[in-house]
C-alpha cells in the first residue's frame, strides 16, 4: 500500500521521488517555473502541488520535447485558464464585474499566448 507524501518535502527527497537531480529543481526554480516554501535556514521545502508540477514539467519536457521556455507559456497560460473557468459560469456572467473580470482574463490569456 503506497504512503503519502508528507506535506512538504526537502529537495533531496522530492528530487530522488521524481527521478531528477536537485540542481534541476533549482534551476526550474530561478525560472520562475515553481516557488518552494524555504525553511528558516533557506532549506527548500517543496508542496505535493509543487511536485505534481514538476512532474508536469518533466512529462513536456522529456514526453514532448518542449523546452523550458514553452513549458513556461504552458503553465502561464494554464493558470490564466484556472482562474478563468469560474469565470464561465452563467451567474458569473450576469455581474458587470464577473464580465469585466473575465475579460481581463481573456487579454492576460492573449498576452501569454503572445497574440
Given at each position: 500500500m503506497p504512503v503519502d507524501p508528507p506535506d512538504l518535502i526537502f529537495i533531496s527527497v522530492a528530487a530522488e521521488m521524481l527521478g531528477m537531480h536537485p540542481q534541476t529543481l533549482r534551476k526550474y526554480e530561478r525560472l520562475g517555473l515553481v516557488r518552494p516554501?524555504?525553511?528558516?535556514?533557506?532549506?527548500?521545502?517543496?508542496?505535493?502541488?509543487?511536485l505534481d508540477k514538476l512532474r508536469l514539467i518533466k512529462h513536456l519536457v522529456?514526453?514532448?520535447?518542449?523546452?523550458?521556455?514553452?513549458?513556461?507559456r504552458l503553465l502561464e497560460i494554464d493558470e490564466v485558464m484556472q482562474r478563468i473557468r469560474p469565470l464561465m459560469d452563467e451567474g458569473a456572467l450576469r455581474t458587470g464585474t464577473g464580465r469585466r473580470q473575465l475579460l481581463?482574463?481573456?487579454?492576460?490569456?492573449n498576452d501569454a499566448l503572445g497574440l
Amino acid at each position: 500500500m503506497p504512503v503519502d507524501p508528507p506535506d512538504l518535502i526537502f529537495i533531496s527527497v522530492a528530487a530522488e521521488m521524481l527521478g531528477m537531480h536537485p540542481q534541476t529543481l533549482r534551476k526550474y526554480e530561478r525560472l520562475g517555473l515553481v516557488r518552494p516554501a524555504r525553511t528558516i535556514g533557506s532549506m527548500r521545502l517543496y508542496t505535493r502541488e509543487e511536485l505534481d508540477k514538476l512532474r508536469l514539467i518533466k512529462h513536456l519536457v522529456d514526453q514532448r520535447g518542449i523546452n523550458l521556455a514553452g513549458v513556461q507559456r504552458l503553465l502561464e497560460i494554464d493558470e490564466v485558464m484556472q482562474r478563468i473557468r469560474p469565470l464561465m459560469d452563467e451567474g458569473a456572467l450576469r455581474t458587470g464585474t464577473g464580465r469585466r473580470q473575465l475579460l481581463l482574463e481573456m487579454r492576460r490569456l492573449n498576452d501569454a499566448l503572445g497574440l
